[in-house]
């Protein structure tokens, strides 16, 4: 008994209040994006933001079966749940129902499931699984090639689906990979080829091709010692103007045109002030609108329930990708600032708890966690304020759904309760 | 460091985006204003501007309803050459026109409400009402015009126009497409006839639809209609002027003594206040405002400042009493004129030697010059003489505006010592200098209403009400400026010999031929030398016409000034139409046809057209009569006619 309690209190208090903390804001903010007409019950099962409340009440069974577990469990059955996570995925195909033009989701009755939202921490748990085996040597091309596939075959089989969104999300699994050894050149290389595919697009080849033998040849005069031969320098240039190539070929033949609208207003590459209109009305509508939502803000926000912009339903989507413009409505400069607080204290706590861990499983899970957050706060934060290209995925615990909302909570709880076990194992 | 690399990232991302919202929220971020919200339309409920009725309950200004589609340029939303055209053709203009004008109002303001296409007509107006939900960004308003129930008094009425940007940055009550007095009473008592417009928030959706009233009405507010005004003008005497002033150009101002409210003011040329009504007012105004030559905006009775001649001689008489230079008694030679050093200025035959009566209803020059020289000469120096007449004359409310309710005015001018030191020198002129003043000529400058306010204060024996067009508003009341006597700086007892003076102006001297039976009018004749430049050479036109009189003798119910642009002597036009005024107004009918006859029958129309003929012409003794077309006369004896049943 006394045992029993002691372990009760493990469970690291301060990232379930922060995860308290974000889901009922974010229940406040679905309410204000989502009602329609009077609220006569914070209950109405009718209205979105009743369905939700029914949604956060069953995370809380949720949590408690998930803590009921074993924390060993977890690491035992990374692999099983993987695969089921995996075949959910590949089952869509048959089963799946077609919402948005992507088919993402299973239709239960009036309920519908999205198994991608918990592919995530079935990713996550494998990766976990496998880079903690005591043979996987991260410095190892067989490894790096095997670890992932872990993470691409879940990724392919989402962009299959018409959810490119979510395919980016698997992105993160980077962070945990450089985290547990992968080598120092992939992470130039990364953001190196990020920078050229945006200087290619942004001024054209020939400037991109400038810049990168600019760089080469400033690289080699400077590195005296060590200096790899010339032969290798003419390879990398060579690649870099075939990746260049690449990037302007996928750009004007690879992506749709909304895509390819979504990006050139991000870089503003079009001129011409026609095409641009009609491109502020198209594919811009939504940025435009969120970000006069969150301007019209000002310091303290209009107040809970009184932003004129979100009353009026002038963001589409508002209460699912577009959320945190309801924040910025209603809360100001102030509200706003304190979610974006939340978020980075509830990934920086991960980040912690993570390093602090015995076992390498529960380290390298922790990293997983954190990094899908950081990913999913970055990249929709991001878009709604107009500093990324719009791509659609919600926002942690603050978007509307069920499936995202217990994705995400498996996803931390699983965590927490590994975290609350590292007493036990030694 | 490896471990570093996420952390970094997120602390960076954190910094990164509240830089980010710190920017868009509160940097770039105006205040917040409920009006240049466009989630929530502005909904504006235009009040009834207050009638105006004359001072017998006549009402003269009503409205009528008219209705503007007004543009929200952003919120316009690009339509499909179907609609395009649908939507030209229901507004009636072509699509280049419907691009221009989106142009505009988008240069305007893309957020702000411009008119679209202001007053459409009523079967317009129905048709589109059912259509407009589907063009966005488009909205028909309401609004009040203006309904004349008469055709005179343009100059006293004036009208409403759209507000233009200057005033809208001065007065934020006013939003582009807003109607405001411009001219005449609407101008002046604008925000009592305006009342105040109700305004209703209303909540939008992004598909342009009203969801309900925006915190549920807390900031709405309601219409407060504005006040009916009641004016001084007797709309019966008004017209009757108008109608002397046909075929002439000048000014009639008529005051009633005992309050100072002027019963009428006529300009001519006039025009028919509906010309500025509706569709057509910018087009017609700009007619009227381009016309340099009649100048039918130019209002004669306020604006026109002339030498007021004789009419001033009274003046001098009466400081020339109260500074005790001169009695009534005293007489002086006068052989056809004054001579000072070897100059002369000129003087009719008549009897000499002159005393004040014979010399106020004789008008003798050479009399009130040496009763000005008296006056200036009585102190030690021309210049300390100068600024004591100078401050007499101004207790009359000449050479400054009158601080009255008028739309326009002019200040007139009277000479003081400094005006001759800065045209002499300090100390470097003489009386004689100034000597024209005594006949009302030289530096002096009256208006019409300036002469009638004068002889007003003559006709009260030393005092005046600040002459007003306002005589009640509703639920309100007038300025007590308005309501509070002026006394001249000349004492009551002075004024009987000036007034009897005027008095025989009528009995036996240049007014002998205006008498009505019956009624005791005082009354003073005056003529005014003009020039014109014709091809660059001062050419001396025929003299304006002058007439300053009062009615009855003791108690005067009327005070007048009439003042005809080249009709040569004062009795001639001026002084027959201050006569059959004062009959008009005191009797109600009129006992001198023949002097009706007169005024209506002869035009001056061929003396206007003299500076522009390119031919020699004559003026003064050289002119003659012109009478118009028998058909013409005869429309007017019918309108004479039609005043007097009313
Ligand atoms: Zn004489």
């Avoid at chain 1, 996928?250 to 207003?265: A, E, W």
């Avoid at chain 2, 009342?195 to 009233?213: S, T």
Wanted: include cysteine; charge should be positive; hydrophobic fraction near 40%.
């Amino acid at each position: 008994m006394l045992r029993q309690n002691q372990r009760r209190f493990k469970f690291d208090w301060f990232t379930i209040i922060l995860f308290l903390l974000l889901v009922g804001f974010g229940y406040v903010n679905i309410l204000s994006a989502s009602h329609i007409g009077e609220i006569t019950s914070y209950f109405d099962t009718s209205q979105l933001y009743g369905k939700h409340l029914i949604f956060i009440g069953l995370t809380f069974l949720l949590i408690i079966l998930i803590l009921s577990f074993e924390a060993k469990f977890y690491e035992r059955f990374a692999s099983i749940i993987y695969l089921i996570a995996i075949l959910a995925l590949i089952g869509l195909f048959v089963f799946g129902k077609d919402v948005n033009g992507a088919r993402s989701w299973y239709g239960i009755g009036s309920m519908t499931i999205q198994p991608s939202e918990f592919a995530k921490f079935a990713t996550a748990l494998a990766v976990a699984k496998y880079i903690s085996d005591l043979q996987t040597n991260m410095q190892t091309l067989k490894d790096q090639i095997r670890v992932a596939a872990i993470i691409f075959i879940p990724a392919i089989l989402i962009l299959l689906q018409n959810d490119a969104g979510s395919t980016i999300v698997y992105l993160a699994f980077f962070f945990v990979f450089y985290r547990e050894g992968l080598q120092q050149i992939y992470l130039v290389s990364a953001l190196s080829l990020i920078a050229l595919a945006v200087l290619t697009l942004k001024f054209g080849i020939l400037i991109s091709v400038v810049a990168t033998t600019t760089a080469l040849i400033t690289r080699y005069f400077l590195r005296k010692k060590k200096r790899a031969s010339i032969f290798q320098y003419l390879l990398v240039l060579i690649v870099s103007i075939l990746f260049s190539y690449g990037v302007k070929l996928f750009y004007d033949h690879g992506l749709k045109t909304h895509q390819q609208n979504r990006i050139s207003l991000w870089l503003r590459l079009e001129k011409d002030p026609v095409k641009l209109e009609l491109m502020k009305k198209r594919e811009a509508y939504n940025l435009i609108q969120s970000e006069q939502a969150i301007s019209s803000g000002g310091w303290t926000g209009k107040g809970f329930l009184e932003g004129t912009r979100t009353t009026g339903k002038f963001v589409p989507e508002q209460h699912t990708d577009y959320i945190f413009s309801t924040v910025g409505e209603e809360w100001g400069f102030l509200g706003s600032s304190i979610v974006v607080i939340l978020f980075i204290t509830l990934i920086i706590r991960i980040l912690y708890l993570s390093e602090s861990q015995k076992s390498q499983f529960s380290r390298v899970y922790g990293y997983g966690v954190a990094s899908i957050f950081f990913i999913h706060f970055t990249i929709n934060t991001g878009m709604v304020m107009g500093l990324i290209p719009t791509v659609g995925i919600p926002l942690p615990f603050f978007s509307y759904g069920g499936s995202g909302l217990w994705g995400f909570t498996i996803l931390l709880f699983i965590f927490i309760k590994l975290d609350s076990n590292k007493i036990n194992e030694w | 460091m490896r471990k570093l690399l996420l952390l970094i990232s997120a602390i960076l991302v954190g910094l990164v985006f509240i830089a980010r919202l710190f920017y868009l929220q509160v940097y770039s971020g105006s205040t917040y204003d409920l009006f240049e919200d466009s989630a929530i339309l502005k909904e504006y409920t235009y009040p009834k501007r207050g009638y105006v009725y004359d001072r017998n309950g006549k009402l003269l200004v009503a409205n009528q309803p008219s209705y503007d589609v007004m543009v929200i340029p952003r919120e316009v939303k690009p339509l499909d050459s179907t609609d395009l055209h649908e939507f030209c053709k229901l507004l009636n203009i072509t699509p280049e026109a419907y691009q221009r004008k989106l142009t505009r109002a988008t240069n305007y303001s893309p957020r702000l409400p411009s008119p679209f296409v202001p007053q459409l007509s009523k079967s317009d107006y129905a048709v589109l009402q059912e259509k407009m939900r589907k063009y966005e960004g488009f909205y028909i308003q309401k609004r009040s015009l203006r309904s004349y129930q008469t055709t005179i008094g343009a100059n006293v009425l004036g009208d409403i126009g759209e507000v233009n940007r200057s005033i809208i940055r001065k007065q934020p009550y006013y939003k582009l497409g807003d109607l405001i007095g411009k001219q005449g009473v609407e101008k002046t008592y604008e925000t009592t006839l305006r009342g105040v417009k109700g305004i209703k928030f209303i909540q939008k959706d992004r598909f342009n639809k009203n969801i309900g009233p925006y915190k549920n009405g807390v900031f709405d507010t309601l219409p407060k209609p504005g006040k009916d005004i009641t004016i001084t003008i007797d709309s019966q005497l008004q017209a009757y002027g108008e109608l002397l002033m046909k075929n002439k150009r000048g000014g009639i101002v008529a005051i009633e003594p005992g309050s100072g409210e002027i019963l009428a003011m006529v300009s001519g040329p006039s025009y028919n206040p509906n010309l500025l009504v509706g569709r057509n007012r910018s087009k017609n105004f700009t007619k009227l405002y381009r016309d340099s030559i009649a100048k039918p905006l130019f209002d004669r009775g306020l604006q026109a400042m002339y030498p007021p001649g004789s009419p001033f001689k009274t003046l001098n008489a009466l400081i020339a009493l109260q500074e005790n230079v001169v009695s009534t008694a005293d007489r002086f030679t006068c052989n056809m004129g004054y001579r000072y050093g070897n100059r002369i200025m000129g003087c009719h035959a008549h009897k000499s030697p002159v005393n004040m009566n014979i010399g106020i209803y004789e008008s003798c020059n050479a009399y009130f010059a040496n009763v000005y020289r008296r006056i200036i000469d009585k102190y030690d120096s021309p210049a300390k003489g100068m600024d004591i007449w100078s401050n007499h004359i101004k207790s009359f409310g000449l050479g400054d505006f009158l601080g009255n309710d008028l739309s326009v005015g002019q200040p007139g001018k009277v000479p003081s010592a400094e005006t001759y030191n800065r045209g002499y020198g300090k100390n470097k002129w003489y009386t004689t200098f100034t000597i024209s003043n005594a006949i009302g000529q030289g530096e002096v400058l009256a208006t019409p209403i300036q002469l009638a306010n004068m002889a007003a204060a003559i006709g009260n024996r030393g005092y005046y009400y600040t002459p007003h067009i306002i005589k009640h508003i509703e639920e309100d009341t007038i300025p007590a400026a308005y309501t509070t006597p002026k006394y001249t700086t000349i004492e009551k007892k002075h004024f009987d010999p000036v007034v009897q003076g005027m008095f025989d102006v009528y009995n036996k001297g240049t007014a002998k031929m205006l008498q009505v039976k019956g009624i005791e009018i005082c009354g003073k004749t005056g003529t005014a030398e003009n020039f014109a430049i014709i091809d660059s050479v001062k050419t001396q036109l025929t003299d304006h016409s002058i007439f300053v009189a009062f009615a009855p003798k003791d108690n005067p119910k009327i005070a007048i000034a009439v003042f005809v642009e080249n009709g040569y002597f004062g009795s001639r036009f001026a002084g027959r139409m201050a006569s059959l005024m004062i009959e008009q107004y005191i009797r109600g009918e009129i006992t001198r046809p023949d002097m009706e006859n007169f005024v209506l029958r002869y035009s001056l129309e061929h003396e206007y057209e003299k500076p522009y003929s390119n031919a020699p012409f004559g003026i003064n003794r050289q002119t003659t009569l012109e009478p118009i077309d028998e058909d013409e006369f005869q429309e007017s004896l019918r309108i004479k006619a039609e005043i007097t049943k009313s």
